[in-house]
């Protein structure tokens, strides 16, 4: 089971990116998949999740109407549309799946939000 996140980098407040997680090793579309951030210094916190096959989509009340879940099954991917971006979105992002009830995480990717 591998997790893959891309997408990540230095922007302004205000901007947007998309956040990517490249999934392999099981059947991704079986499986509900998560993304969750680690601001410096501080605890990781859980952003956003989506069901399995994708009905159902879940987020943290602080990006709530700005970030955006959503997979293709297709290609094995999770995808995190981040708009409006605040200073205090800066953090590594981490996608995760629980597999056979273990958490798996990715490497994560650095989104950074600064002028």
């Known amino acids: 089971v591998q997790l893959v996140e891309s997408g990540g980098g230095l922007v302004q407040p205000g901007g947007s990116l998309r956040l990517s997680c490249a999934a392999s090793g099981f059947t991704f579309s079986s499986y509900g998949m998560n993304w969750y951030r680690q601001p410096p210094g501080k605890e990781r916190e859980l952003v956003a999740t989506i069901s399995s096959p994708g009905g159902s989509k879940n987020y943290a009340d602080s990006v709530k109407g700005r970030f955006t879940i959503s997979r293709d099954n297709a290609k094995n991917t999770v995808y995190l549309q981040m708009n409006s971006l605040k200073p205090e979105d800066t953090a590594v992002y981490y996608c995760?799946?629980?597999?056979?009830?273990?958490?798996?995480w990715g490497q994560g990717t650095l989104v950074t939000v600064s002028s």
């Open positions: 995760q799946v629980i597999f056979r009830f273990v958490a798996v």
